[in-house]
């Protein structure tokens, strides 16, 4: 079904025109030139103006798209697709195809390419992403009915739902995690076919890594719990976490996880809900360093943070007081609770200090989401939240939180005769007792104490 559209006025007046340029110099060398997938799918839904992710379907071969432009990468040109860079766009270009047999449900046994667009779309996984859109002649070609799964927000297999999933063991997940980017519902006869045993076996053969990507792409959605929701109740997590799932979650743990905005304190609210070993899971998972560094502190701040919530111990006259935000109130504060706190800090300074920004932005939204009920206690909590976050960014910058914040170092230890082990004993030491007075960190404080 070919429909009159035209994407000027979806789109900026600079991407238009480029776009115009790149399907110019397909048409004017003889070749068609389709944009597809989800840059058409997210324009008909009118998500954004600017797109990142662009994608065209053309007649013309890989080698014959590299003569038309003159910086072209051969990303994955032996299964038809290269990527062109032109005017800082970075465009992905697939020939078109026909379908094939799928042994490894990944990629396809062998490359047919096809003659009419037609064919290369009646290969793709969903209705909403098998829509092409030809600039010149302002024409949008929708032979599976999207624009009608658009409007009803459903995602729906092309064709028969199990093989489209045996042909790659992926799509089932992606089905997933546009629940949760896109906010639709999978279409029944489509969720029914995921649970199928073949489908089954077919999605277990992806790549970890695959599965991740899909994985932290939904925890970037608005309604992350969508897709969650799903991969529990298809069962798809267990296919790759095993036994260190729970069976169910209440609806009050998904809807606190769709309140929090950054994608790793939501894989860390995840990760804390389920008691996951961190580093059990992250190796399953093949998450970086970094990023385990960084759910560990986001997991531990959350520990800390409802054992010791900040203004337990505040009488009404303490939290009157806090009015004139005057961080001297916090001294009220148990010792102990202090130090926690500071220990806190002192992993986060040694170990994701340059992330250290990004990580308070979010232990803000963190702060202020995860409201206390403060009971009869008369005074605007957001107000009390605001100053306990203003002193835990105070203390980061400006007190002794790690050994290498001491006025005194190993050699200065060595002076006193301390040699071997009793150095770095000696430097802990020396840093509970800082952590707790601050301004004791003096070299001749700190020597005087240390003296036998």
């Given amino acids: 079904m070919k429909i009159p559209y035209s994407i000027q006025d979806k789109v900026s007046y600079e991407l238009f025109n480029i776009l115009q340029e790149i399907s110019y110099r397909f048409e004017k060398n003889g070749y068609e030139c389709y944009f597809v997938g989800g840059f058409i799918r997210d324009l008909l ?16 071969r890989p080698e014959e798209v590299m003569k038309l432009f003159p910086k072209v990468i051969p990303t994955g040109i032996k299964h038809g697709t290269v990527t062109i860079l032109y005017k800082g766009l970075t465009i992905e270009c697939t020939t078109y195809r026909k379908e094939s047999q799928y042994s490894d ?40 009915n999207g624009i009608e799964d658009l409007k009803n927000r459903l995602i729906r297999s092309i064709g028969n739902p199990k093989d489209r999933f ?27 076919a995921i649970l199928d045993k073949d489908v089954r076996v077919a999605i277990q053969s992806i790549s970890i890594e695959r599965f991740t990507e899909e994985l932290k792409k939904g925890f970037k959605a608005k309604k992350t719990s969508l897709m969650l929701k799903s991969l529990y109740e298809l069962k798809i997590l267990h296919l790759f976490l095993e036994n260190d799932l729970y069976e169910k979650i209440p609806e009050d743990f998904y809807y606190y996880l769709d309140c929090l905005l950054n994608e790793n304190l939501k894989m860390s609210y995840w990760f804390w809900y389920q008691k996951f070993d961190l580093k059990k899971i992250s190796k399953k998972l093949k998450f970086s360093n970094k990023l385990m560094k960084i759910i560990e502190i986001y997991i531990l ?45 002192g992993k986060l300074k040694k170990e994701l200090f340059a992330e250290k920004e990004e990580i308070f932005k979010n232990l803000s939204l963190f702060i202020k989401q995860n409201y206390y009920n403060l009971k009869e206690k008369k005074i605007d909590e957001l107000e009390l939240l605001n100053l306990f976050y203003d002193w835990l960014r105070y203390v980061i910058n400006n007190e002794p939180l790690i050994t290498t914040d001491l006025a005194i170092n190993g050699d200065d230890i060595k002076t006193l005769g301390f040699t ?27 020597l005087e104490k240390l003296k036998p």
């Fill in 301 to 345: 701040y959350i520990n800390i943070y409802l054992e010791y919530h900040p203004f337990n111990q505040f009488d009404d006259k303490d939290l009157q007081n806090l009015k004139n935000k005057n961080l001297d109130i916090l001294k009220k504060y148990q010792k102990e609770l202090l130090i926690i706190y500071k220990k806190f800090l």
């Fill in 105 to 144: 449900h990944r990629r396809p046994d062998k490359i047919e390419y096809s003659k009419t667009i037609y064919e290369d779309l009646s290969r793709r996984d969903f209705t909403i992403n098998a829509l092409a859109y030809n600039i010149k002649k302002q024409e949008l070609i929708d032979e599976f």
């Fill in 45 to 60: 839904l009118e998500r954004k103006k600017n797109f990142e992710d662009i994608d065209i379907s053309t007649n013309a």
């Fill in 420 to 446: 071997g082990k009793e150095i770095g004993l000696k430097l802990n030491e020396v840093l509970e007792y800082v952590l707790e007075y601050p301004e004791h960190n003096s070299k001749k404080i700190l």
């Fill in 166 to 192: 045996l042909e790659d063991g992926l799509r089932p997940i992606r089905a997933c995690r546009f629940m949760a980017t896109l906010e639709f519902e999978i279409e029944q006869n489509t969720k029914n």
